[in-house]
């Protein structure tokens, strides 16, 4: 029978790396195919089955558009544990999904709907609204699939979810439910983040701060002209029954100065203890308003003196609670002011009104200046009007006791937060977390199973009376038990408004499981092994499922989180699409020139002036496009950067450096193939024949590699691994074994032991590699001669991941130690060639130490210490001997000495003008640098590094130069020159046979 290894066997490309892509590893049998075949049953057991399980759900990503390259760093990472896992022999299983992300979608459908109809919603019925969306969906859901399918997401597909599917709408209303008949959900009036523009409560996170430093002027929604910001106005209140006495207080929003109840002052300021329990009378109204005191103003801030708005403001609300203070609402949900502000200001936009209210106090003559003044101004992030806080009657969330046991959970181990230093953050935040609003005035998403009952009283007979079911007749029955008539004679109205996303996207680990049904899914992947995400979302997401999992499932959802870090341009900013600097996975894949990137700037949803912002960004940061590295690169690149390392500042030049990694890769397996032939047979592992130490060595390296990856995956800390990865391939294997075995396999007869060496170290490298790089490994694996008997895995994504304990008896770390000295030979050496320029020469070496025992490190690396060093013959020259006249020789320690043979190499008279050409060169970048005036941090750190080397390097052109000098005063005359010393004990080249498989190739 055909093994499904054998199907893809084909010739390797005699060119560079192929830029290995999802979409191209798709279309062959036996890579992906064969892992998609081999997973789709998670009953499979595979040889190396541990019987464990390992469950992960992705972050469903906003359905609003395509992923950017943070999305690209979520999905690198969690893949990478997802295959690693899977390798290992665990029963995995890793749920995709995508969120309806409620207000933004809804905005930026009804951007479009704007931009390409002329049609605004509430033109249109909720229905036909709701279908537009619905059809936006499917466009752009697809178009997320095929982006994490290009990323080489091995996501259990069948198991794809969307969180306004049907199975994710019961859920949502179950646990609304059980969280109303448990207590924990209840209605109120309350101060809310409200964006006029939207028309609705927003969440935290849709708040953006912005800092002001100053006098800005911003653009905004809806208001005819700029709005000035940054600005503190100064008014006055005059004190009742003394004409000449007044209060100045200082504010930042003259337009809620219609909602002023109070003004404050600190108990202990003297200025104003003679007004203690006065009235003041309101600038504008000339009601009388109370004078109260309260320890929670500052009286070092401004004048000491606050005016109270408590329907306006989340401080002045709760010093309003404190005094019984009745709160004024003055700007309606369009933000528009209210007919409480009287006929003069109700129905104008709220900062039209600002500047009208100045002008009002100028007039009265109570105006008492204009500063600038630093200020926080709160941004709605999807529509980029000024956050408001209005009083609105709302659902809301309980969430002191739920956050009390998430916060224990921390406390005490149950649930770790990885990087720990989040772990401050999240139990300040849950000791100081407050009702969650859940109410969101819009019409995409799940509507609230609340409903009014008409006409009825609520509690107390003051507040309108809800009732909550599951169906509306479960609701019909809950109000006939609360109003102890009829369910068929009450009128019951559903409340209009839809849950907050976070609400639903809270519920993602069990209800994609099948929840609040007992699934076999849920019965055997649930809690979740492991939950990984942004730092961003640690207390938006990851505290809100910790909550809610924990009340509605009785466990917490995971016992584990990992947070990465944010991804940010080269500048340091945050992603944006009015930046321009958002970018598609798929372009860093497959390459893009500037004028597609700039077509998808236009063909977005940007106003005109972001666009020109963001596409004169894009021609700055990409003047000729962004060119192709592949999915493999992108994603080893986005690995390689730890959680604890800060912001990520991803830059494409990194990206291009994995790009030339998997070059490097392509090439040393393309040699190694070569090397093996058409006929070769692998020999069991066991069995293997070791001819050299080098052997040994590379083979130590080997499974150095493999504990380094396996302690990388154990502690989540994927760095260690890519950093192993790229020490094995590039500096252990390619750099040092591959040219050492070169000159080797090109004598007859060739030894036997390094194509086996070579084949293990292939073999296991690819699989230490498949969970970072899946399609180059994939590619390169299929290519290689199965072991004989045992069981053929299909794809490298499913065969062992190589243990540190199965590779433990080629572990030799006194081998590796020995032979880092032989490569400090080899740099000096280098060193060498380097400062007299032997491009092409092959000069002899001698060795020389005072130390028996150090000698004896180099006997058995004689040969590779020339082939690395790119010298003939090299010998050891005993202790004591006299140095060799007229050798170059460098120090590497007190004990040991390195000498090379330069007559006959190097002319004097030619070396020694070039030599001080070059000492000319440094010695002016280094007075350059140490002219400059030190700099702070890293940046110092780096100019002291290049002052060093600097340094060493004209100490080494001084060394040579006056060694040269020493040979010109005592060479002999041409027409006799001196015989060189024989190399004691020394290894010269062999004679080769010109294997035509090495000539010419590269590691």
Not at 135 to 149: D, T
Not at 244 to 266: C, I, N, Y
Not at 334 to 350: A, F, I, K, P, V
């Amino acid at each position: 029978m055909t093994s499904p290894r054998s199907l893809v066997k084909r010739k390797m490309s005699p060119g560079p790396c192929l830029l290995l892509t999802a979409p191209a590893m798709l279309r062959r049998p036996g890579t992906l195919g064969g892992y998609e075949r081999a997973s789709s049953n998670r009953s499979i057991r595979l040889p190396q089955s541990t019987g464990e399980t390992f469950s992960m759900c992705i972050p469903p990503p906003n359905v609003t558009g395509s992923l950017h390259i943070g999305h690209a760093l979520t999905v690198a990472i969690q893949d990478a544990f997802v295959r690693w896992h899977r390798m290992r022999g665990d029963q995995v299983l890793w749920v995709p999904g995508s969120d309806h992300a409620g207000i933004a979608t809804q905005a930026v459908v009804e951007k479009q709907l704007w931009k390409e109809r002329g049609v605004r919603r509430h033109q249109l019925s909720r229905e036909d609204f709701l279908r537009e969306v619905w059809k936006w969906k499917e466009a752009k859901g697809g178009e997320i699939c095929e982006q994490l399918r290009a990323l080489g997401a091995s996501l259990d597909w069948d198991r794809e979810c969307f969180t306004m599917d049907t199975g994710s709408s019961v859920a949502v209303t179950e646990a609304f439910v059980r969280l109303h008949e448990a207590g924990l959900l209840y209605r109120s009036r309350q101060l809310v983040n409200w964006s006029c523009a939207l028309r609705s409560a927003i969440s935290d996170i849709e708040v953006e701060s912005r800092s002001l430093s100053g006098p800005t002027e911003l653009r905004l929604p809806g208001c005819p002209t700029p709005v000035s910001f940054g600005l503190l106005v100064s008014v006055a209140f005059p004190v009742d029954g003394e004409p000449d006495a007044e209060v100045t207080v200082g504010t930042t929003r003259p337009e809620t100065l219609p909602g002023d109840v109070a003004v404050a002052v600190h108990p202990e300021d003297t200025r104003y203890t003679h007004l203690h329990g006065r009235h003041l009378r309101h600038p504008l109204t000339g009601q009388l308003l109370p004078l109260i005191t309260d320890t929670a103003v500052q009286p070092h801030v401004g004048t000491g003196a606050v005016k109270v708005t408590p329907a306006h403001s989340p401080a002045d609300a709760e010093l309003g609670a404190r005094h019984g203070l009745s709160p004024l609402s003055v700007i309606a949900e369009d933000g528009t002011m209210t007919s409480d502000c009287g006929d003069w200001l109700q129905g104008l936009h709220r900062f039209v009104a600002r500047e009208k209210i100045v002008s009002a106090l100028r007039e009265r003559g109570l105006f008492r200046g204009l500063q600038s003044h630093p200020m926080v101004l709160p941004i709605c992030s999807r529509s980029g009007d000024v956050v408001e806080y209005l009083l609105k009657s709302q659902w809301f969330v309980r969430c002191r006791e739920m956050g009390a046991r998430a916060a224990q959970a921390v406390q005490s181990g149950a649930l770790e937060l990885s990087p720990s230093f989040h772990q401050k953050n999240w139990q300040f935040w849950f000791s100081r977390v407050g009702d969650w609003c859940v109410s969101r005035q819009l019409w995409w998403g799940h509507r609230i199973p609340a409903y009014l009952v008409v006409g009825e009283p609520g509690k107390g007979g003051s507040e309108d009376c809800w009732v909550v079911g599951r169906t509306e007749a479960e609701a019909r029955g809950a109000a006939a038990d609360l109003t102890g008539r009829p369910g068929a004679e009450l009128a019951l109205e559903r409340d209009p408004d839809v849950l907050d996303t976070w609400f639903s996207s809270a519920l993602f680990p069990f209800s994609a499981l099948g929840w609040p049904q007992q699934t076999p899914d849920l019965t055997r992947f649930y809690p979740l092994s492991l939950l990984e995400t942004g730092s961003d979302l640690l207390l938006f997401w990851v505290g809100r499922m910790v909550m809610l999992g924990t009340q509605l499932t009785g466990q917490l959802p995971f016992s584990k989180v990992l947070l990465h870090a944010m991804v940010r341009d080269k500048q340091g900013r945050k992603m944006s699409k009015s930046l321009g600097n958002v970018l598609d996975p798929r372009d860093i894949i497959r390459g893009v020139e500037l004028q597609v990137l700039q077509e998808k700037l236009r063909d977005g949803n940007l106003d005109p002036s972001e666009l020109a912002i963001a596409a004169a960004a894009q021609r700055k940061d990409f003047p000729h496009g962004i060119p192709e590295c592949g999915t493999d690169a992108l994603r080893f690149a986005l690995c390689s950067h730890g959680a604890l390392a800060g912001d990520l500042h991803l830059s494409v030049s990194e990206v291009l450096s994995s790009r030339h990694f998997c070059n490097k890769i392509w090439n040393a397996v393309r040699f190694v193939l070569g090397v093996l032939g058409e006929k070769f047979v692998p020999q069991p592992a066991e069995e293997l024949a070791l001819s050299s130490p080098m052997d040994a060595w590379i083979l130590s390296r080997l499974a150095r590699a493999a504990r380094e990856c396996e302690r990388g995956f154990l502690t989540r800390e994927l760095p260690l691994a890519t950093h192993a990865l790229r020490r094995f391939w590039l500096h252990s294997l390619c750099d040092v074994y591959l040219e050492v075995v070169k000159p080797g396999l090109s004598h007859c007869p060739r030894p036997p032991g390094p194509p086996q060496v070579l084949f293990c170290c292939a073999d296991a490298g690819l699989r230490l590699l498949a969970p970072l790089m899946p399609f180059l490994a994939e590619e390169l694996w299929q290519r290689l001669p199965p072991r004989p008997g045992g069981p053929l895995a299909p794809s490298v994504s499913v065969a062992p991941y190589p243990s540190a304990g199965s590779l433990e008896h080629w572990y030799r770390p006194e081998l590796e130690r020995r032979f880092s000295r032989v490569q400090e030979v080899v740099q000096a050496l280098r060193a060498l060639r380097a400062t007299y320029q032997l491009t092409k020469a092959r000069p002899r070496v001698l060795l020389q130490s005072s130390e028996p025992r150090e000698q004896g490190i180099f006997e058995d690396f004689l040969e590779p210490l020339g082939t690395l060093g790119r010298c003939g013959a090299v010998g050891l020259l005993p202790a004591g001997a006299p140095a060799p006249s007229g050798w170059a020789q460098a120090p590497l320690s007190d004990t040991l000495r390195v000498y090379m043979e330069l007559q006959g190499l190097v002319d004097p008279h030619t070396h020694l003008p070039l030599l001080a050409a070059r000492r000319h060169k440094l010695q002016k970048q280094l007075d350059g640098l140490t002219a400059q005036a030190p700099p702070e941090g890293e940046a110092e750190t780096q100019r002291q590094q290049r002052l060093s080397s600097l340094q060493l390097e004209l100490s080494r052109l001084d060394n040579a130069a006056s060694h040269l000098q020493q040979l010109m005063d005592a060479s002999p005359s041409p027409e006799d020159p001196e015989p060189s010393p024989a190399v004691p004990g020394g290894v010269g080249p062999q004679r080769p046979c010109g294997h035509p498989l090495v000539r010419g190739q590269s590691g």
